[in-house]
């Protein structure tokens, strides 16, 4: 159990012992006074009674401690199986740690990001309203999970995100007695990377998605190449990538720019040049000198919608 589980478990076990003390003392003390003198009955049922409730609130202690106890650990389990915890707003959920790809610390302007508007938004927003699931694949550094992050948070905006962080995390989350409880109209199950995921997918996790206590929407990326090793795969995964198939709606995101695209990037960075795509001037390289971007600063505003919001895992 975590150190976040184990403060309150432990403030919990301190007040049970602290109440078990006290009734242990009252009982002391009753039987002294019995023993002194001949009580008449009414002074005998008082007795008889201030036992009995001494008894009930240590019962009542214990029961508490006990819900106390498996609340941690369930928070604490939740917490190691997503990556946001309390769920987040789509729309306020820190990209960094969805999987969008840091960017590059030279970049300018230093601090907010400006989400450039692909050709297919508006089809993937309309897709993200009616359908089940929906998967975005296109070569590395496309803005894959950029886009389809910003596109959920515009078409699903009172959505709560469920970022597993695995396949195992998956299978666990679904496995979950009683089921996660979103508290909202609708939630989005993020699988960044769908090909991590495949061992916690199938026929029957799918009829579990779909049985949902609310309204859920998968929202799956995943490189060109693995999605075509998916599809033409053999064995268990073959069975994975049929119900995906059947499904998905799948869009394609290039790298290159349209026209238009191309216009509206080099009016949001100043001295860019795109014609290699969005990644290749966006992305960090792994190889740059500059200092960090600080985690306050890489969670500023970066949605063009002019919400201006923080974009937290805090939710």
Do not use: N
Request: glycine share 8%; with cysteine.
């Amino acid at each position: 159990m975590s150190r976040r589980a184990r403060v309150p478990a432990a403030r919990a076990g301190a007040a049970t012992l602290a109440t078990a003390a006290v009734t242990v003392g009252i009982l002391q003390v009753l039987q002294q006074i019995v023993g002194a003198f001949d009580p008449r009955p009414a002074v005998t049922a008082l007795l008889i009674a201030s036992v009995a409730l001494a008894t009930l609130a240590l019962e009542r202690g214990r029961v508490r401690r006990r819900e106390h106890q498996a609340q941690a650990s369930r928070e604490a389990q939740l917490s190691e199986m997503l990556r946001c915890w309390p769920l987040p707003l789509v729309g306020d959920a820190d990209p960094y740690r969805l999987g969008v790809f840091p960017r590059r610390r030279a970049l300018r302007p230093p601090i907010a990001a400006p989400y450039v508007r692909r050709q297919l938004d508006d089809r993937l927003e309309e897709a993200l309203k009616e359908s089940p699931f929906v998967l975005v694949f296109g070569p590395p550094r496309a803005g894959k999970s950029r886009t389809a992050l910003e596109c959920a948070g515009r078409a699903l905006r009172d959505a709560r995100l469920i970022a597993p962080t695995d396949g195992d995390a998956l299978g666990e989350l679904l496995a979950l007695d009683p089921p996660l409880e979103p508290h909202a109209s609708h939630a989005v199950l993020w699988l960044d990377g769908l090909e991590r995921f495949l061992g916690g997918l199938g026929d029957e996790r799918f009829d579990a998605l779909a049985a949902a206590t609310v309204p859920l929407t998968v929202v799956a990326t995943i490189r060109t190449t693995d999605y075509e090793a998916l599809l033409a795969a053999s064995g268990e995964t073959a069975e994975a990538a049929k119900e995906i198939a059947a499904r998905a709606r799948a869009f394609e995101l290039p790298a290159q720019l349209t026209r238009t695209e191309l216009e509206e990037a080099e009016g949001a960075y100043e001295d860019e040049d795109f014609r290699e795509g969005l990644g290749a001037r966006l992305s960090a390289t792994g190889k740059e000198e500059e200092p960090p971007v600080a985690r306050a600063e890489r969670r500023a505003p970066i949605s063009t919608t002019g919400s201006g919001r923080s974009r937290s895992c805090g939710g």
